[in-house]
């Protein structure tokens, strides 16, 4: 995304509009999937630069900026990810809030690493 027009700048490298067009299409085919997984990130950037004509040398300056940003951003990623079908389940009515409750006392249950509520007062 910006991390490939900032790089284009420090080179000098001129995008016209299609050339940015591209680059979005390219960002847009080599991101899907990619939102969870931690690092990917340099992945994505290579492959985006590299259709582009951009140098890959380019991806050392905004390294350390990324990786400060990449962990935040896989957690916002993943409870997205999550999140989503219940939201959507809700919107549509089929959300079950009997099955809910029920999947997460057998996850209780099953999972003796979950803190327990405790009982006492």
Do not use: C
Request: aromatic share 6%; glycine share 10%; net charge neutral.
């Amino acid at each position: 995304g910006l991390g490939t027009l900032f790089i284009a700048q420090i080179y000098g490298i001129h995008l016209s509009l299609a050339d940015q067009i591209m680059l979005v299409v390219t960002m847009v085919i080599t991101s899907k999937g990619a939102a969870g997984v931690p690092g990917f990130m340099f992945v994505i950037l290579s492959a985006t630069l590299s259709s582009a004509g951009i140098p890959l040398e380019g991806i050392a300056f905004i390294a350390g900026v990324y990786r400060l940003m990449d962990m935040p951003n896989t957690a916002l990623n993943v409870l997205g990810n999550t999140l989503a079908p219940l939201v959507i389940s809700k919107w549509e009515g089929k959300f079950s809030e009997e099955r809910h409750q029920q999947a997460l006392l057998s996850m209780k249950h099953s999972n003796p690493s979950v803190a327990q509520p405790s009982s006492e007062s």
